[in-house]
């Protein structure tokens, strides 16, 4: 089966850097996505890591190392709008996506 | 474009109870799912399908059956509700399976007493 290891929560405040690392045991691994979803609300995607290397969107970057069976969602320059949870969730065999436990971010001022 | 939606949004049921929760899409996607999400815990599969007419077990089907005999509509229905089935149940859709970006539909709350 496939397991998803990431913290279950981590505090920063505003303008802050906080990285959310992610380790998955799994066979057949495809790809390493990364979610948002704010409390009451739906996922929604922020990245998508097929090979290794970082991959950057705006003020939010992603890794993977194939290699290592790790990634990292890093996210930049923290808005009080960043307070939510964010789930690393990964594709294998059988075309099935298996989601972490979450890990909750909280933004102070 | 509506993306994926979802009805109903909110549903009481008591034990032993059926329902079908409906979800449809517009974007003409292949692959649709159906999640679970308990309260501060990720989500689990419980079904899903890569084409119309086609459809596959995930990590927690029992209790749970699917159809899909359109490319857009994929409805799960709960055969005889339980207090373990209340969660928050969440459709999703893609071009090609979790590679590609899911598109969430906004989730139906369930509770069963």
């Known amino acids: 089966g496939q397991s998803l290891e990431q913290p279950s929560e981590v505090t920063a405040v505003e303008g802050a850097i906080v990285q959310i690392n992610c380790t998955y045991q799994?066979?057949?691994?495809?790809?390493l996505s990364w979610y948002q979803q704010h409390d009451g609300g739906a996922p929604t995607f922020l990245s998508y890591?097929?090979?290794?290397g970082l991959e950057e969107t705006g003020r939010f970057s992603s890794f993977l190392s194939r290699s290592d069976s790790y990634g990292y969602l890093l996210l930049q320059e923290l808005q009080m709008k960043d307070s939510a949870s964010y789930f690393c969730?990964?594709?294998?065999?059988?075309?099935?996506?298996?989601f972490g436990g979450g890990t909750r971010v909280l933004v102070k001022p | 474009n509506a993306g994926v939606t979802q009805t109903p949004k909110f549903q009481v049921l008591k034990t032993g109870q059926s329902m079908t929760l409906q979800c449809a899409q517009d974007?003409?996607?292949?692959?649709m799912s159906w999640y679970r999400q308990d309260p501060g815990m990720g989500l689990r599969l419980i079904h899903y399908?890569?084409?119309?007419?086609?459809?596959d077990q995930g990590e927690v089907p029992n209790g749970y059956n699917v159809s899909r005999s359109t490319t857009e509509d994929f409805p799960l229905r709960l055969l005889s509700a339980a207090p373990s089935q209340t969660s928050v149940y969440f459709c999703?859709?893609?071009?090609?399976?979790?590679?590609?970006?899911?598109?969430f539909g906004p989730g139906t709350r369930l509770t069963v007493t």
């Open positions: 974007m003409n996607h292949e692959y």
């Open positions: 969730a990964v594709k294998a065999a059988g075309n099935k996506l298996t």
């Open positions: 890591n097929g090979l290794d």
């Open positions: 399908s890569v084409g119309a007419g086609i459809t």
């Open positions: 999703a859709s893609s071009f090609s399976g979790g590679v590609d970006e899911q598109y």
């Open positions: 799994t066979s057949g691994f495809y790809g």
